[in-house]
Every structure is written in C-alpha cells, then in structure tokens.
C-alpha cells in the first residue's frame, strides 16, 4: 500500500540484479585451451565435485547443414568425443528427442551411459537455434550391466548464422 505499481517493478527489477550479480560473482568461466578461434572453458561450482564445461567458436559451415549432422543421431559416434554408442528411441515431433549414449571412459574407469531428452528452439529473429537437453529415467531403457548410468546430465547447444557459410557454435555441459 502507498507504493505505486512503476516503484514496485524497480525495485523488483534492482532486486534481481543484484542477486544476478552476487550469484554470478563466483561463477566465472576459466579459458583451459584455445585452439583454431575455438575456445575450451570450465566453471567450478559451489558444492559439486565437477566444474561445467563449455566450448565456443566460429565453424566454417551453414547452420542448417550442422543441425543436418546434429539430427543424424545414430552417427553421434562418428563425431562425439569417446561416444561409443548413439542412438535414437523416441522422436516427438520434429523438435524434440529421446537419446541413448554411451561413452567410452578411461581405464579405471567404466563406461557411463545417459538417456537424455533435448528439445530444439528457433529464433528467427536471431536466427539462432537452441538445443537444452537433460538426462531422464525411461522404462525405454533400463539400465545395463557393466555401464554407470549418469545420474544427472545437463546440456545446451546454441547455434546462430553469422553468415551463410558461417555458424557460432556453444556447447555447455553439466
């Protein structure tokens, strides 16, 4: 009462940032290596065993032909990192997909595997393309024996057209 409805946004609005700030205060993305404009980033967290990591940069490719590789889930191994197995169980409409893999850990260490579920967005605007993907418990996919199951896996692709023939590229994984 007595504080008009302009007044309360602001100080709403003061609130969040502060609090935006004091969080992302010590959450600063550390360069681990740069090679060929792309970058390499870790983050530590607060309470976690495992710093979030994140790659940047510029790929010499239309946007639409790397999504074209990004849709071929089943070849996943063809271009992830120590990904021994990929492959689709679920498609729910266009834009929305559930995933197998499982990656080849190091010795000690066992293979891990992960059901993820991601979801595509496309702002035209910006012509950029967001890919958020989470680990799921499904029946589609019960867990196998000799492989660790990722209890809690968090990503996210982004990708915007710079030009025809160039593509900014994010990948972020938790």
Request: charged share 25%; hydrophobic share 40%; proline share 4%.
């Amino acid at each position: 009462p007595g504080v008009n409805v302009n007044m309360r946004k602001n100080i709403h609005l003061t609130f969040a940032l502060i609090l935006s700030t004091l969080f992302l205060m010590g959450a600063q993305w550390e360069v681990i290596t740069e090679q060929d404009g792309i970058k390499v980033m870790m983050k530590e967290v607060k309470g976690r065993s495992l710093p979030v990591f994140k790659g940047e940069g510029n790929v010499n490719e239309n946007l639409y032909e790397i999504l074209g590789v990004l849709r071929d889930i089943n070849k996943g191994k063809e271009w992830m990192h120590s990904c021994k197995d990929s492959r689709l169980l679920k498609a729910i409409g266009d834009r929305k997909f559930i995933v197998y893999n499982v990656t080849n850990a190091p010795w000690p260490v066992s293979d891990r595997d992960v059901v993820v579920e991601s979801e595509a967005t496309f702002d035209k605007a910006t012509q950029t393309v967001t890919i958020d993907m989470k680990s799921i418990a499904t029946p589609d996919m019960p867990e196998v024996r000799g492989l660790v199951r990722m209890p809690r896996l968090i990503g996210k692709f982004t990708l915007r057209a710079m030009s025809e023939k160039v593509t900014f590229v994010s990948y972020e994984i938790d």
